[in-house]
């Protein structure tokens, strides 16, 4: 099955530096990939979507200067948390759409800014 | 306005019984489809069921089904032989339109918990 592969599961920062995440569609191209954030308890907040070769759309709220989405071709995107600060500490996950019925994650990645 | 509504925080279920998660949506597109996402402790997503709006059967995959009464803009999960690996969270998810650009919002999800 189609999968996306998420890297790192799980980073430790100093406030004030930047995470980079790394989302990879493995077995087929994602033109479009989306960007979630899942503070505990809570459900998945769709942050921005990312379009391979253009600007990505930000959800209201969100800040774009904040959160860099790169999606420099049909099977990476990345998101860059840049100047982390502790209340940027979440789980992120990526996700995409390989066929015309479901979606495919990425396995996360807990960013916790200290 | 949230359009997609669970309103089960918290579900307990026996072991090897059927239980229901309940799901409405509220959406003015025609074209729509709608889905249920399990999450364990470890954070992954994993797909359940899918169901288009155009669907005339209800949707069925294995152990799962998906109540459909679009009328109602209902999308209830039913679980069957509920197994102590059940236990999790659930999320119900629409999808507006069809195309791969279209995104997906989530529900706040139901934490079902399974009892032997």
């Known amino acids: 099955g189609a999968v996306v592969s998420q890297h790192p599961s799980w980073v430790i920062c100093k406030s004030g530096t930047s995470v980079k995440i790394e989302c990879r569609s493995l077995d087929f191209q994602a033109t479009t990939m989306f960007w979630y954030r899942q503070f505990p308890k809570q459900s998945l907040m769709l942050m921005a979507t990312s379009n391979e070769g253009s600007k990505a759309t930000y959800e209201q709220g969100v800040e774009k200067d904040k959160f860099l989405i790169n999606h420099a071709s049909l099977t990476l995107s990345t998101l860059t948390v840049t100047s982390a600060h502790p209340e940027d500490s979440s789980f992120y996950i990526c996700?995409?759409?390989?066929?015309?019925?479901?979606?495919?994650f990425g396995s996360g990645t807990r960013l916790t800014v200290v | 306005a949230q359009k997609i509504t669970q309103t089960q925080p918290g579900m307990f279920v026996q072991e090897k019984e059927a239980v229901t998660l309940d799901c409405t949506y509220d959406t003015s597109d025609q074209s729509y489809g709608l889905f249920w996402y399990k999450q364990p402790s470890s954070g992954e997503m994993i797909f359940l069921i899918y169901q288009g709006s155009y669907d005339e059967q209800n949707a069925t995959e294995g152990r799962y089904s998906l109540n459909f009464q679009k009328a109602r803009k209902s999308a209830n999960l039913v679980i069957s032989a509920s197994q102590l690996g059940d236990s999790a969270m659930y999320f119900c998810a629409m999808r507006e339109g069809k195309t791969s650009y279209d995104k997906v919002i989530f529900g706040p999800g139901t934490s079902l918990s399974v009892i032997p």
């Open positions: 996700s995409a759409r390989p066929g015309p019925r479901g979606y495919t």
